[in-house]
C-alpha cells in the first residue's frame, strides 16, 4: 500500500532519529530518552504530556477541534539493545554495548512527526494519545502501562502502532487482520553428563553431543509436528561453551497462542556419572500483537497521507 508524506520536516525527524539513535537507553531505564520525548509533546502543543507510567513509560493527549468521539493511542517503543555498534555512521550509538538495533529509535522519530503535525490543525473527532513505551525488548513495558492505568485514565479505545520492516519497500506499509507477530516463550533443559579428556572420549559421557541431537530434534517440531500452513521457525542463536557448561540458544516464533515463540536449552558438565535430563522450565511470555477487524479496515481504506506545513 503506497503512501505519500510531505517531505516540509523530512530533515526534522531525521535528526530526532539521529539523536534518539545516539543515546540508546534499555529496558525500563529510558528517562533521558522519556525526557527528550516530553520536552518535544510539551512543545508541540500536546494538551496534557504525562510521565511515569509504567515507570518510564509518557503519554501526550491532543484534543480535536470537531467535536466528541473516541481516543486513538499511537504507540511507540522507547528502549534499544544491548548490542555493540559498529556501523561507522556519524550517528553511530554513543554508549558502548547499547545501540537502536530494532529500530526504536525510527519508531519515536515517527510518532514525534505525527505529534508534531496533529496539534497544527485538530481536524478530528476525540483525541489522540501519543503513547510511548519503554521495556519492549523482553521487560514487559506494554503490560506495566496498562496495569498503570493507560487504559482506562485515558478512556483509549483503540491503539495503533508501527514497525519498521527493511524487506518493505520505502514508501509501502503492510497491515493484516489477526495475528500480526508471535509471541515469545522460553524454556529451559539441563542436560548433565561426565567430564573427560577430547582424546579419550570413551571415558566421559558428553553432553555436548547429547545438545546436538537435542538441537537436530528441535527442527523436527516444524517439520514433523506443526500444519506446514503455519508460519513457524525455531532458529538456534548461539552455543556458547566453557569448560562446565555449554547453551543453546533458540528462538522459535509462533503466530497463534498454541504455537509459541522461544526456548533456550542449557547444557551444564559437571563430572557425573551418566547424562540425564532435568524437568524442563517453562517461562510464558505475552500473546501476539492482534490486529482488530476495525484496525484492518481503517488503516486499509487510507491510501494517501497528506498533512500540509
Known amino acids: 500500500m503506497s503512501i505519500v508524506l510531505n517531505s516540509y520536516m523530512q530533515s526534522d525527524v531525521v535528526e530526532w532519529r ?118 519492549e525488548e523482553g521487560g514487559g513495558g506494554a503490560l506495566a502501562m496498562i496495569n498503570d492505568g493507560l487504559m482506562d485514565r485515558f478512556k483509549i479505545e483503540h491503539i495503533f502502532g508501527m514497525h519498521n520492516e527493511p524487506h518493505i519497500p520505502i514508501g509501502q506499509f503492510a497491515i493484516r487482520k489477526g495475528a500480526m507477530l508471535a509471541s515469545a516463550d522460553t524454556f529451559e533443559i539441563t542436560v548433565n553428563g561426565r567430564g573427560g579428556h577430547a582424546g579419550q572420549p570413551h571415558l566421559s559421557v558428553d553432553p555436548v553431543i547429547a545438545a546436538a541431537h537435542i538441537v537436530i530434534g528441535l527442527q523436527s517440531i516444524v517439520s514433523r509436528e506443526i500444519d506446514p500452513l503455519q508460519a513457524v521457525v525455531i532458529t538456534v542463536a548461539s552455543i556458547p561453551h566453557g569448560t562446565t557448561s555449554a547453551r543453546v540458544v533458540l528462538f522459535v516464533p509462533r503466530p497463534l497462542p498454541q504455537h509459541r515463540s522461544s526456548c533456550r536449552v542449557v547444557m551444564r558438565f559437571p563430572r557425573l556419572e551418566q547424562v540425564r535430563t532435568g524437568d524442563p522450565w517453562f517461562a510464558h511470555g505475552f500473546e501476539n500483537v492482534i490486529s482488530t477487524v476495525f484496525a484492518g479496515e481503517q488503516i486499509g481504506a487510507m491510501v494517501r497521507l497528506s498533512v500540509p506545513p
Open 18 to 135: 539521529r539523536h534518539l539513535h545516539q543515546h540508546p537507553e534499555l529496558l525500563y531505564d529510558v528517562h533521558k530518552t522519556a525526557s527528550f520525548l516530553a520536552e518535544k509533546l510539551v512543545a508541540f502543543g500536546c494538551d496534557t504530556v504525562d510521565t511515569g507510567i509504567g515507570q518510564s513509560g509518557l503519554v501526550g493527549i491532543i484534543k480535536g477541534r470537531l467535536g466528541a468521539g473516541p481516543v486513538i493511542g499511537l504507540r511507540s517503543d522507547m528502549d534499544a539493545l544491548p548490542i555493540l555498534e559498529n556501523s561507522g555512521k556519524p550517528w553511530t550509538s554513543k554508549v558502548s554495548g547499547r545501540a537502536h538495533s530494532c529500530g526504536h529509535d525510527g519508531h519515536m522519530a515517527m510518532l514525534l512527526g505525527a505529534a508534531r503535525c496533529l496539534p497544527k490543525t485538530r481536524n478530528f473527532r476525540g483525541s489522540v494519545a501519543i503513547i510511548f513505551q519503554p521495556a
